[in-house]
């Protein structure tokens, strides 16, 4: 389990693909992200939860396979993306961002992205059978990132689109600053949310 809020930043330094799985290097700047870090163990790259198989240097690898290279935008990674990643959840750690399970529910694509004053605004369009699973303000997951729904700008059956305030400070710690028009994003709704709606269509 995770809260949203990122830790750090990696960069993919190569990338394997075996069968219909791809196996990914990411290179992390800072290796005191490792601590308490260990194979075997899990971290959210993305927003999405993986296994750590080899953690060398400042370097550690891990397997994507088919079913989640078709789910999050983990396919599109390439040597030189920027990826946000996320240590799991410890107990009696502070919750500032929502509960995250790394479990993506579908991708995003971004309309638009622009500087507007104080921040940015970032304009993110996805399949509108996921139009229930967002309300105004509340909560969302993109990239991993946790993140406020400032506007639901568009909803019918087959699109949804929703407005995010961006602050400077999550701009300038993420993978947001390479975001621009058309870039994937994996997107986790509000767990708590999705419970409510399965219970209501009993």
Known sequence: MFTGIIEETGTIINVISKGSSKEFTVAVSRKSFFNKLYMGGSI???GTCI???KISGGT???T???ETLKKTNLGFLKTGTLINLEKP???GSGLDGHIVLGHVDTTGVVES???IKNGYELVIAFDGKYRDM???TGSICIDGISLTVAQIADETKSKTKIKIAIIP???KVTNVMNYSKGTVVNIEFDVLGKYIKRILNK
């Open 113 to 115: 992205f622009v500087n």
């Open 64 to 66: 994507a396979v088919k």
């Open 169 to 171: 400070h999550t701009f």
């Open 60 to 62: 550690f690898k891990f």
């Open 134 to 136: 967002v309300i105004y």
């Open 51 to 53: 296994t750590l198989e």
């Open 89 to 91: 959840l410890k107990l």
């Open 44 to 46: 959210a790259v993305n």
